[in-house]
């Protein structure tokens, strides 16, 4: 624990302690003398004219401190709607349309859940009660549920801005050299896919509480978000005008994202504004009922994928088509998901030469879709990774073999794709190697052998996924849409008797930044770790951030620390030149000391920060006193972690019931600082992506209602539910970050859906079915089986 | 209102209360006992375990009057100061917590595991915690904690 030489190690995190004896801070677990407590009044139809709205007897109810409507937000002065952080242009140059997102229902509600009333009580059963006196007419409409029918003209439509509800059509690649290749195609293999919507289902439910003070005319918003200085930019700017100098958004410990707690959401502008009207805090908890329908969903893609092979089964071109949910609003960051975090993965581990991909955003009654855990790339390696085990079966060739052919080759580095992005670096057929050696395919015969002589199917799947983490450069992503940019902050402060601690723009939700951190600054600075804190989550401590999603926060937010640490070790070697009577040029800092080469004169870390604050000796007319140094970090590309997956299945033919046998992960995540942490994220993303093949589904009726909306009907992944699994990793360094690191937080939910279902399939091969699916549960597999007889 | 006396984590509290208040809400809004959460309303995370009288219970789905003259161990009750229990020790150990929100009831529910089922096996540990959800571990090295705890294995 008191190394100083971290890196590497798998130290134990230091946020434990406090989770595990029940003392972490959540936002619900903070109370503000004088709160009001909220509940919304939501709608509970997918799609109505809202008219008359009486809310004169909740009014009047025992506990009530207010009622507010939309139309009290637009009479309140200047507010915006809830802004999209992301423009996609689609074909022929053409916007994406963008209605407006009001914090409450205007004129019409648009999905179940759809907030029209909010009642601020003295204690939340009081706000309750009174909400079911408020009287609201709502003139029902039919509700738009299914994708393709929302499209094909003469229905309703979600917003009148959007005819025939697409948001935009959008292309990626060269159409004519596809359309080329496929014509000298020897072989063909089509697909149609369904990528199942999803919750994220964060244990802990989201929670806002909103605090204006009128004494200094500051806001204070508590929120459960990954990223608070986003919230504040997007509601400061552009929702509630309030200037980033006046308003303070803190998120203390958050209870799990997954990506749902990236978004800027309604209740966390209303809080704020309402905290202003009546003078008082305003504390809003959700309860899991309302997560269900008011956090965004995640997925929801429909597509038709074609792949064309010559001879030799090497790939020569991908075509695919998709439509994708985006639910009855535009969520902060939903544009992007189907586009630059999808089409842009679809050459895979592969040097398919020719790609053209088409994406529909659809508008829909249903909640907002957005990024959860993977976020269009997990869309992307399933139609890869189970058209190419499709097309192995048919050109009656190994699903390891036909992925081995196509891997981009290491000498390949850096490798341009047909689809704008460049892989920095990898080894693809090494985590392949790996994978097979731990899964033991070699003994699969025996294994399926064995499973039938009990009367059972077994199969073995492989799935090789690419992944694109810590999104960037700014000016790229920007050219693509993005209206932020994607650097992060870091500051490094070092107080006066040598403790350090760091404030940066990423935030930990799980994730155990606080260890993982401290052990690169220890490491760097030759101090222990336990000299070293973390601060993260209060825009009124951390100068700047764009938070933690995308798996970007070592590459990126690591990366700005190690940037400051190094501007603190070139201050510090100024402060000893002077100290030691050296010339600046001879002054090394090693192991946690500053020394004139090839002397035995040092100065201690600690001393030299001594000096930096009582500068009784000191250059003071070259150079400023203290040792706290900032910077901002903008990466020069994306890192791009690789593996490959095997899982191994045994099924019941006469039940369908699917039971995970092995599980196997080897991922190329670059350089690792804490293997610990790593394995727990890798095995995070299994249990999600597993969860999405087998187990869950967000499902909506024709009416628009959500059927799956609470534990009992979403079915949520159990201690039962899974095996144990094997993790383990290969390395090849990402080459443009200091660290050589590439991030591994969302690799277990890209890879583990096809992996799972390509087993399932080959253990349904006897049965001639060819594909299956998600989530592929006992009825959809007993029902395959049965017609296949 | 109705009186209840219940020991809560060794100290004994009278109150009086609304019939209709939740065993949770009275750890949490009254007591301030915030280890205990919430995060769900359906009775089905586990985020809320508590031991009744020596047995898990999930506080969400027991009236405050219900623990009328019984004693109740929160997360808070395990271990005293700056020392752990086995149990929350080997969590630790076995990086068997993320966020740690589910991480309170789970314990307390290993807990209560252990306190029947000395030696689980993996299947015993993965049935006897499917109460409990966890959304980050993938429940894999919840397992490994549970093993550690009962001293099957070590890391």
Avoid at chain 1, 56 to 63: K, T, W, Y
Wanted: hydrophobic content about 40%.
């Amino acid at each position: 624990m008191t190394s100083t030489n971290a890196i590497g190690e798998a130290v134990k995190r230091r946020e434990d302690f406090r989770f595990l004896k029940g003392l972490g801070r959540y936002t619900d677990d903070i109370n503000i003398p004088r709160q009001t407590y909220c509940y919304f009044l939501r709608s509970s139809v997918a799609h109505a004219q809202i008219g008359r709205i009486d809310v004169s007897q909740a009014l009047v109810a025992p506990g009530v401190v207010a009622v507010f409507t939309q139309a009290d937000i637009d009479a309140s002065g200047p507010v915006g709607g809830l802004p999209c952080g992301w423009q996609v242009t689609g074909k022929d140059g053409a916007v994406m349309k963008e209605p407006k997102h009001p914090i409450l229902a205007a004129g019409k509600v648009r999905h179940v859940g759809d907030p029209i009333v909010a009642v601020i009580a003295e204690t939340l059963a009081e706000a309750r009660n009174a909400a079911e006196l408020i009287d609201v007419e709502l003139a029902e409409l039919a509700a738009v549920v299914d994708m393709k029918k929302a499209i094909a003209g003469g229905g309703q439509t979600v917003h009148a801005e959007a005819p025939d509800n697409l948001c935009y059509d959008w292309e990626l690649g060269d159409k004519a050299a596809v359309d080329a290749a496929f014509a000298s195609a020897a072989h063909v293999t089509k697909l149609d896919l369904v990528n199942n919507r999803l919750i994220a289902n964060a244990i802990e439910p989201r929670v806002a509480i909103g605090h204006y003070e009128l004494a200094n005319g500051d806001y204070t918003l508590y929120t459960t978000s990954q990223n608070p200085h986003v919230i504040r930019l997007l509601m400061g700017a552009f929702v509630l005008q309030i200037p980033e100098h006046k308003l303070r958004v803190y998120a203390p410990d958050v209870g799990g994202g997954f990506g749902s707690k990236i978004f800027h959401y309604a209740e966390e502008a209303f809080v704020t504004w309402a905290s202003k009207q009546i003078l008082r805090p305003v504390k809003w908890t959700a309860d899991r009922s309302e997560s269900f329908i008011t956090d965004a969903h995640g997925r929801d893609h429909v597509t038709h994928v074609e792949m064309a092979f010559d001879k030799n089964a090497n790939i020569i071109a991908l075509k695919c088509e998709t439509l994708a949910n985006m639910g009855a609003y535009l969520s902060t960051f939903a544009p992007s998901v189907p586009t630059w975090l999808h089409g842009t993965l679809l050459a895979g581990q592969y040097r398919t030469p020719a790609i053209h991909c088409n994406v529909k955003a659809v508008f829909t009654n249903t909640v907002p879709v957005d990024a959860y855990r993977g976020a269009g790339r997990p869309e992307a390696t399933f139609i890869l990774e189970r058209t190419l085990s499709k097309a192995a079966r048919e050109l009656g060739l190994d699903q390891i073999e036909i992925r081995r052919r196509n891997f981009i080759k290491n000498d390949q580095f850096p490798y341009q794709t047909p689809v704008a992005v460049v892989y920095d670096t990898g080894d693809y057929a090494a985590s392949m190697d790996k994978a097979i050696e731990l899964a033991d395919v070699s003994g699969f015969p025996a294994r399926k052998a064995a499973s039938k002589a009990k009367g059972k199917l077994r199969g073995l799947g492989v799935a090789s996924y690419i992944e694109a983490c810590g999104i960037a450069p700014s000016s790229l992503v920007g050219s693509l849409g993005a209206r932020a940019g994607l650097f992060e902050a870091a500051t490094v402060r070092v107080n006066p008797t040598g403790s350090v601690t760091v404030l940066t723009g990423s935030h930990s939700h799980g994730q155990g930044h606080e260890t993982t951190f401290a052990q690169v600054v220890a490491e760097k600075l030759g101090i222990p770790m336990e000299s070293v804190e973390i601060v993260h989550g209060d825009t009124n401590r951390v100068p700047f951030g764009l938070g933690t999603y995308g798996s970007r926060s070592l590459a990126v937010g690591g990366t700005a620390i190690v940037n400051a640490l190094d501007k603190v070790i070139e201050k510090g070697r100024k402060i000893a030149a002077f100290l030691l009577e050296a010339a600046e040029a001879d002054i090394e800092f090693k192991d946690g000391s500053f020394q004139v080469k090839g002397t035995d004169k040092k100065k201690a870390f600690g001393e030299i920060s001594l000096a930096a604050y009582v500068p009784h000796k000191y250059p003071l007319e070259t150079l400023e006193p203290g040792l706290e140094e900032t910077a901002f970090y903008d990466p020069k590309n994306f890192t791009f972690p690789a593996g490959t997956y095997i899982c191994e299945v045994e099924i019941d033919p006469r039940t369908g019931e699917v039971v995970i046998a092995s599980f196997v992960a080897a991922d190329d995540f670059g350089n690792i600082v804490n293997p610990m942490i790593v394995e727990g994220q890798v095995h995070g993303g299994l249990a999600q992506g597993i969860g999405q093949a087998l187990l869950e589904h967000a499902v909506y009726d024709d009416n628009g209602q959500l059927k799956s909306g609470s534990y009992m009907d979403y079915t949520m992944p159990r201690a039962d539910d899974l095996p144990s699994f094997t993790v383990a990793t290969t390395v090849t360094a990402c080459t443009h970050n200091p660290l050589g690191v590439k991030g591994c937080g969302e690799a277990g939910a890209i890879g583990s859906p096809p992996a799972v279902i390509n087993a399932i399939c080959d253990a349904l091969s006897e049965y001639g079915v060819d594909h299956i699916d998600m989530p592929a549960t006992p009825a959809r597999i007993w029902a395959a089986i049965r017609a296949a007889k | 209102m109705t009186e209840i006396v219940v020991e809560i984590n060794g100290r004994s509290i009278r109150r009086q209360i609304e019939p209709n208040l939740l065993l949770v809400d009275l750890l949490r809004q009254d007591l301030d006992l915030t280890g205990t959460h919430v995060g769900c309303d359906t009775a089905q995370c586990g985020a809320c375990t508590v031991h009744i009288d020596g047995h898990a219970a999930k506080a969400c789905n027991v009236l405050a009057v219900q623990v009328d003259g019984s004693y109740v161990t929160t997360i808070e009750g395990l271990s005293r100061g700056n020392d752990m229990s086995v149990v929350q020790a080997a969590f630790k150990e076995a990086h068997g917590l993320q966020c740690g929100f589910c991480t309170p009831g789970m314990v307390m529910a290993a807990t209560d595991l252990l306190s029947k089922t000395p030696k689980p096996t993996e299947a015993e540990i993965r049935t006897g915690l499917k109460g409990n959800i966890c959304r980050c571990t993938g429940y894999h090295n919840i397992v490994k904690a549970v093993q550690i705890a009962s001293g099957q294995t070590t890391v």
